[in-house]
C-alpha cells in the first residue's frame, strides 16, 4: 500500500507535523516505496518522534511480519543516532502504547535530565512550547541529508 | 556473559520477580546461554513482563547489535502471544524507558479497557495486588511447557 490511499489517524496529525516518509531500502541501496511515516510531535522542548508504518492494519508490535519489524529497527537505529547527534541526549524512551490511538506508531524520544518531565514518561503531558515553522523546516532538511532513505513531505 | 556473573539491579527485583531466562536458540533449534532474564512486574492486576537482555552495558535499543535486536524481537513477539493466549489483552504496550533504572530492560504488558490505568500508561504506577506464590507458580509451568526457550530460574 502505498502512502496515497494509507489515511492518518487525526489524533496524530493533530498532535504531530509529518516531516516526510521513510522508504524501504533494497539490496542495491535503491529505495522503493514508503515504509513509514515519520511526525515530530509538536512539542519544541522534547525531540519526539512518532514512526507510523505504512498500510499495517494490526495494532501491535508482534504482529508486523519479519520485514516490517526489521525496517521498523532500522528506522529506530538511524533516527536514534540522528537524535544523539543533534541533541543532547541522556536516554532515549521507545514505545509502542496505542491505547488511545490504535493505528500502529511508535514513539522515539529523546530524553534529559533537564527535560519538564524527567524521570517520569512523557505520554499524556501537553506541550508548552511549539515549533516554529523555520524549526520545523530546518530540521527537514537536516533529515533529508543525512538520512539516505527519508523524503520530505 | 553468562548470568551467573550478570548483576541485575536491585531496583528490578524490587518490583518485579524473577521466572526464568530466554535463551539463545540456534540453527538447529538447540539452545545455548542464556540471552535474557524474564521478570514479571509485582502487580496482579496488569500481566506485564519485564525482559532484561544479559551481559549488555548499552542503555538504548539502538546500542544493540543486530543479533541482540533480533534475539529481542523474537522474545517480544512469543511472549506477546503468550500474552494473547492466556489473559484479555486489548492492547499490547512495548516500551524501553529506563530514565531511573538504567540497565536495559524492556517492558511488555498486557492492557485492557478494564485495568485501572487504562488509557493511561502503566509506568509510575503503584501496585494494589501483589502475586501469590501459587500463581508464580503456575505462570511460570505454562511458560516452561509453553516457550521453548524459556528454563524457570
Request: glycine content about 6%; hydrophobic content about 40%; proline content about 3%.
Amino acid at each position: 500500500m502505498s502512502s496515497v490511499n494509507f489515511k492518518l489517524d487525526k489524533r496524530l496529525t493533530n498532535d504531530g507535523i509529518l516531516l516526510g516518509y521513510l522508504h524501504w531500502v533494497g539490496t542495491k541501496n535503491e529505495l522503493s516505496g514508503e515504509a513509514s511515516i515519520l511526525l515530530l510531535m509538536n512539542n519544541a522542548e522534547i525531540p519526539w518522534f512518532v514512526i507510523v508504518p505504512i498500510g499495517v492494519t494490526a495494532i501491535d508490535i508482534d504482529e508486523l511480519d519479519e520485514k516490517q519489524q526489521s525496517q521498523l529497527l532500522k528506522e529506530v537505529n538511524v533516527l536514534s543516532g540522528f537524535l544523539k547527534s543533534h541533541y543532547s541526549v541522556d536516554k532515549i524512551n521507545f514505545a509502542s502504547i496505542g491505547n488511545i490511538v490504535k493505528q500502529m506508531h511508535f514513539h522515539l524520544v529523546a530524553r534529559t535530565e533537564q527535560d519538564g518531565c524527567w524521570p517520569g514518561v512523557v505520554w499524556g503531558i501537553t506541550a508548552k512550547i511549539k515549533y516554529t515553522r523555520q524549526q520545523v523546516e530546518n530540521l527537514t532538511t537536516l533529515l533529508n541529508k543525512e538520512i539516505s532513505f527519508f523524503k520530505p513531505n
